[in-house]
């Protein structure tokens, strides 16, 4: 019953009119950024981070923004998915493969009807699990201690190597750089300075904004160098605008299906989006048997992936929130934004400031709503702004990451630091090193040293602590599964791979 | 794959360059048992045991890239876009932020092939306009610069 009284003090907080307009400007801002061909989820929120800050938002609002942004990135990718074929990110790659069969074959409007109504189900079936489940993580989080912290970071990390597929070590090294980059700068505990090279500027650390911004502004501004284009043509959403429901009933029990599949993933640390959009479509094709048409033009090829994508992105609020965890890239840039506020993230927040935590919850809810209210008539406008070309929109992103790393420290110092960081990000991007993980890394990286060196304060220098809790014990059980995870699929592959040959 | 090689190799000689810069941290007094050396010393191993790996076996872990590789054009254009990301951060307070980002955005747009005139108006917009934005109305101060005569 408690919770639902929070909820009611949740709606409270995200239906008073400031934060209702933040979070209708924020789905808007979202959903443009989406679609914008090459940004995601996680430019558009880390270029609002500094917005934020400069518009003096009280933090749960600019929680609220954040959020909204979120989830506005995730239903604008699928415009440029469905309509050009061109998936925003990684996670909208699934969405291409029967969203724009069916665009070609006219049915465009169809497509995007479907596919927004299946993210409305998505993130309804996944913000209720937020709301029953993370209060009960929360609580059940209170009694973990420094040693059962360090453990469940060790545990986050390992899932996302594990679960990275193809490249588990370069995920590794990705995030071990990220943990690297948090140690740089004056040690709170022994006030030793640390890999500052004597420079004043980074005596203070690396400022999140400046990493951020430097990864995945500058980057990708020269990624986006290599696909310069001059606006594309979209396919012409024409035709009936809305599914009717036949086609609706067709796929809800795909969309609830999927829906909870995305769920379970989003909670899961590391797995994300992008692995909960490929196993649903994956085992969506499968249940459908001979009889499915996916590939060209399912509508359950289509309701799946975007069902799951967003239900993860609400799901990964859970670890964010309750354990002070990010699962994904874009978690962990809010997370950092939250600690610009000086709240950190975990099982206390619950008790200390409800208002920001079920404020965020309910406008998880009230997004969802204002998204599908919104896209379903207004898809021809965005449609058009597919158009912008990027020799006007790159200056513009590069001039506002500017100022916004400005803004941190009113320092040239760190501008120059985040060209540098940028060229870095550049070059792992270019050989295949994820940078989300980096990033996770470095959200991590003082959370776990100060856990880590907590915990062998207690048990005075002593390792067993880490082994001492059933928690631990089983998170040590927990991570050896993840690590031995690669191997056995490499193994699996390599056994398949000979049988076929002989 | 030499790309992937050499990249390994200089991951793993700075954290050869790191550890032993990292081994002289000492405090010089502790309340606790693990001094500031030890975390970084733990994570460098890692870091140099991923290298290791990565640049024994590369092939292991690059599957067909997504990524097209750099050509000579392309080259050019990314030390283009550095420099005159650069020129932006070294002419931030000096020059002041409306000429440079001016300046900034007309080269940008050039580069990503915009036309001369639309490439103009758009850095006027973006210079004027963001100073306007940011420093008026969202009160983050940004400098004049060669302008602070003419504030108002």
Known sequence: MDTLSYLGQGFDVALSPNNLVTALAGTTIGTIVGLLPGLGPINGVALLIPVAFALGLPPETALILLASVYLGCEYGGRISSILLNIPGEASAVMTTLDGHPLAKQGKGGIALSISAWSSFIGGLIATIGVTIFAPLLAKWAVSFGPAEYFMLMVFAIVCLAGMAGDKPIKTAVAVLIGLMLACVGIDANSGVYRFTFGSLGLADGIQFVVLVLGLFSVSEILMLLERTHQGQVAVKASGRMLFNLKEGAFVLATNLRS??????????????????????????KRLAGDKGRFGDGDLRGLAAPE??????????????????????????????????????PGPLLF?????????????????????IVMNVPLIKVFTRILAVPSWTLVPAIAIITSIGVYAVHATTFDLFLMIAIGLFGYLLRKLDFPLSALLLGFILGHMMESNLRRALSISNGDLGILFSSPITIGLWVLVAAMVALPFWRRYRSKRSAALASA | MLYQRLFAASLLLACLCLGFIAWGYQAPFSYEPVGPRAYPLMLLILLALGALVLLVKPAMESSESDEPALTRPMLIKAAICLGLLLALAALF???????????????????FGGRWLPSAVLALVLGVGLYFLFDRVLEVPLPLGVLSALEI
């Open chain 1, 307 to 344: 069902t799951a994508n967003s239900a993860s992105a609400c799901g990964s609020m859970i670890p964010m929130l309750t354990l002070g965890i990010p699962g994904s890239g874009t978690t962990a840039v809010m997370l950092g934004a939250l600690t610009l506020y000086n709240i950190t």
């Open chain 1, 351 to 371: 008790q200390h400031q409800p208002d920001i935590v079920w404020g965020l919850i309910a406008s998880l809810f009230v997004a969802n709503i204002i998204l």
């Open chain 2, 93 to 111: 307070e000096r020059l002041g932020f409306i000429p440079t980002s001016i300046l900034f955005a007309l080269g940008m747009a050039r580069l």
């Open chain 1, 259 to 284: 829906g909870v599949l995305g769920f379970i993933f989003g909670v899961l640390p590391g797995a994300g989006a992008t692995l909960a959009s490929a196993v649903s479509y994956m085992s969506e």
